[in-house]
């Protein structure tokens, strides 16, 4: 079987959040990082070269893949911030302003969203994985 291409980093999350060039998609990646370490009591990690995960799952496909992930993530792309939160659709009406893609949820700006919903959504993703 082959081996997941996103792998868990020792690069320095500071640091790679440091560099981000636009002021504001770095305040709110750090505004991430602390919610999602609150909501897992893990420390923020590198998986990869751009994606930030909290805690430890083993994930089983139906399909028989397995692969070892992060419980909840996060990463600071170009366009928009990429939530890795493993919840329903309907989970996600109050949120505000967002659009979805295939295990992700996409948002502009934290201010583009209700964050005590987002703070919920993340405990929410981080208790049921």
């Known amino acids: 079987m082959a081996e997941n291409k996103t792998q868990k980093t020792d690069a320095d999350v500071n640091e790679f959040l440091s560099n981000i060039g636009d002021s504001q998609q770095r305040s709110d990646s750090f505004e991430i990082v602390r919610m999602m370490e609150s909501a897992t009591g893990a420390k923020a990690q590198m998986w990869g070269p751009s994606i930030i995960g909290f805690g430890e799952t083993h ?5 028989g893949r397995e692969l070892d992930w992060f419980k909840v993530g996060f990463s600071p792309r170009k366009s928009n911030l990429s939530l890795y ?17 295939k295990g992700c949820i996409y948002i502009k700006r934290l201010d583009d969203i209700d964050r005590e ?6 405990d929410q993703a981080a208790k049921s994985t």
């Open 117 to 122: 919903v987002l703070a919920s959504l993340i």
């Open 59 to 63: 994930l089983r496909y139906e399909s």
């Open 85 to 101: 939160l493993r919840l329903g659709e309907k989970a996600l009406k109050k949120l505000g302003k967002h659009s979805t893609g």
